[in-house]
């Protein structure tokens, strides 16, 4: 059992080294779903243009080990931690990792999104003010629990 004191979350921005396929995607997601279900760890990724806008949040070892080994892995590059720190509870707790690909139809109809639609996910407003990066998770995990609770996808 963790203790709120353990918990922490990260968000970081990174950059495809390679294009990623919708396929490319959804693989990439039910590998880190699996992983993330046996770590604990739970949060939400976003991809745009290439880029990945994540959150991590866990365990402080575990996001700390897993980040570690996302700047290992050569599919990214220009990895950048907006923001790190401890965490009373978790903001995704049911998702092992929740997804949006804002390339999608659908991203422009998420209420609110449309502040967002001209930043680039490597944008230095999101180094400077990282709680725009953590809003705009936030607004997904909204939308798709608006989504989930209507029964419309």
Request: charged share 25%; aromatic share 8%.
């Amino acid at each position: 059992m963790e203790h709120s004191g353990d918990l922490i979350s990260l968000i970081y921005l990174s950059a495809a080294t390679v294009p990623f396929l919708k396929q490319d995607l959804l693989e990439l997601l039910t590998l880190s779903r699996a992983n993330n279900s046996k770590l604990g760890i739970t949060g939400m990724l976003l991809f745009k243009d290439g880029n990945f806008l994540q959150t991590l949040e866990g365990e402080q070892k575990k996001v700390l080990d897993l980040y570690e080994k996302i700047a290992l892995d050569r599919r990214h590059q220009n990895l950048v931690a907006l923001w790190q720190g401890p965490c009373t509870e978790r903001a995704f707790p049911d998702w092992s990792m929740g997804f949006h690909d804002l390339r999608s139809a659908d991203a422009a109809q998420t209420p609110g999104f449309n502040s967002f639609l001209d930043t680039s996910l490597t944008s230095v407003d999101f180094a400077t003010d990282p709680g725009r990066a953590k809003k705009l998770l936030l607004l997904f995990k909204e939308e798709k629990l608006l989504a989930k609770a209507t029964g419309v996808h």
